[in-house]
């Protein structure tokens, strides 16, 4: 069985627009670089042959991604989750128990996730442990250096 990609619909447009500009307009660049290459003869040592087609190699691979992402794509939809729960697609606002920061996390789907940009995958550990809570639950994640907690002060939709 396929794996099932949860993204937001705005995810859904940014790959389909991304896979439109990759089929089109980068196919046509590599195959032009291909082209250009191979003019300059033998291509047991042309560089820029191998360099093309490597190119070429990784723009298949990344089409190939982004036509899986969303033939298994699953929508996630504000309206189906209820109100004041912590799940995919919802903002939260947290408290380290043993620091007292207060930090802002947005679940979403694993192809959407970017932690350095506060947007966390459902499928990490602290991803997992946060849903289905509710304001002033407790999020207990297991780390390398021991257990952190997490005191929710917050869900937004």
Same mark, same amino acid.
């Given at each position: 069985?396929?794996?099932?990609?949860?993204?937001?619909?705005?995810?859904?447009?940014?790959?389909?627009? &991304?896979?439109?500009?990759?089929?089109?307009? !980068?196919?046509? &660049? /590599?195959? $032009?670089?291909?082209?250009?290459?191979?003019?300059?003869?033998? *291509?047991?040592?042309?560089? $820029?042959?191998?360099?093309?087609?490597?190119?070429?190699?990784?723009?298949? =691979? !990344?089409?190939? $991604?982004?036509?899986? +992402?969303?033939?298994?794509? %699953?929508?996630?939809?504000?309206?189906?989750? *209820?109100?004041?729960?912590?799940?995919?697609?919802?903002?939260?606002? /947290?408290?380290?128990?043993?620091?007292?920061? +207060?930090?802002?996390?947005?679940?979403? =789907?694993?192809? $959407?996730?970017?932690?350095? *940009?506060?947007?966390?995958?459902?499928?990490?550990?602290?991803? !997992? =442990?946060?849903?289905?809570?509710?304001?002033?639950?407790?999020?207990?994640?297991? %780390?390398?250096? =021991?257990?952190?907690?997490?005191?929710?002060?917050? %869900?937004?939709?």
């Amino acid at each position: 069985m396929a794996k099932e990609y949860k993204i937001t619909s705005s995810r859904l447009k940014e790959l389909e627009t &991304e896979l439109n500009y990759l089929k089109t307009t !980068r196919e046509k &660049e /590599v195959a $032009e670089q291909i082209k250009e290459a191979r003019s300059f003869g033998d *291509l047991s040592e042309n560089s $820029e042959y191998d360099e093309a087609k490597n190119e070429q190699a990784k723009l298949y =691979g !990344r089409i190939a $991604e982004i036509e899986n +992402v969303l033939q298994n794509a %699953v929508i996630i939809e504000e309206n189906d989750q *209820l109100a004041g729960i912590v799940s995919l697609g919802c903002t939260l606002k /947290v408290r380290d128990l043993d620091t007292n920061e +207060v930090e802002i996390y947005a679940i979403v =789907g694993s192809q $959407e996730a970017d932690p350095m *940009l506060g947007r966390i995958s459902d499928d990490s550990p602290f991803g !997992r =442990g946060a849903l289905g809570k509710t304001v002033g639950d407790t999020i207990e994640v297991e %780390v390398p250096a =021991g257990m952190i907690r997490y005191e929710i002060l917050g %869900v937004e939709k």
